[in-house]
């Protein structure tokens, strides 16, 4: 019996999918194990807040970490899978991997971590970042709590 992935042979909607998938992007290395797929996000502008809606499947809410450092909030986050060496006998074909992945946002001047909301549920963070007006404040990294 050979087990091969159905995208790979006689799928013609994914041949001509993945040949524009990441166009504009650098490649990921399919071999690589330090990266995790790339993190999408929607930004909806509103009257008064940006709303940030990435998806991150698969990641525990402990292995998100948001950190705001001068006027840049940067969202990370990391996935490990279980060990395959584990088990007896040998891996055959690997998709899901470990690593590491994060995205940068330019938030007003003068934000603060107290300004933004985050919540984390069904494999989708939600940040909410108001639109303030220019404060005088001094540059300082500060994490925000993921609810």
């Known amino acids: 019996m050979n087990l091969?992935?159905?995208?790979?042979?006689?799928?013609?909607?994914s041949l001509f999918n993945d040949v524009f998938h990441g166009f504009g992007r650098p490649a990921l290395?399919?071999?690589?194990?330090?990266?995790?797929?790339?993190?999408r996000v929607d930004v909806h502008e509103t009257a008064d807040s940006y709303d940030i809606h990435a998806d991150?499947?698969?990641?525990?809410?402990?292995?998100?970490?948001?950190i705001l450092h001068n006027d840049v909030l940067t969202v990370s986050a990391k996935k490990n899978t279980e060990s395959e060496k584990k088990?007896?006998?040998?891996?055959?074909?690997?998709?899901r991997i470990s690593g590491s992945i994060s995205r940068s946002?330019?938030?007003?001047?003068?934000t603060t971590q107290d300004d933004i909301d985050a919540n984390f549920?069904?494999?989708?963070?939600?940040?909410s970042v108001p639109k303030l007006g220019p404060k005088q404040e001094?540059?300082?990294?500060?994490?925000?709590?993921?609810k």
Do not use: C, H, W
């Open 87 to 95: 088990k007896k006998g040998k891996v055959i074909y690997r998709e």
């Open 56 to 66: 991150l499947p698969g990641v525990e809410k402990d292995d998100i970490e948001i």
């Open 121 to 127: 549920k069904d494999g989708v963070l939600t940040l």
């Open 29 to 39: 290395r399919e071999d690589s194990e330090s990266t995790i797929a790339g993190m």
């Open 138 to 146: 001094e540059a300082s990294s500060q994490r925000i709590p993921v």
């Open 105 to 110: 946002f330019s938030v007003s001047p003068g």
């Open 4 to 13: 091969i992935p159905r995208n790979q042979i006689f799928d013609f909607d």
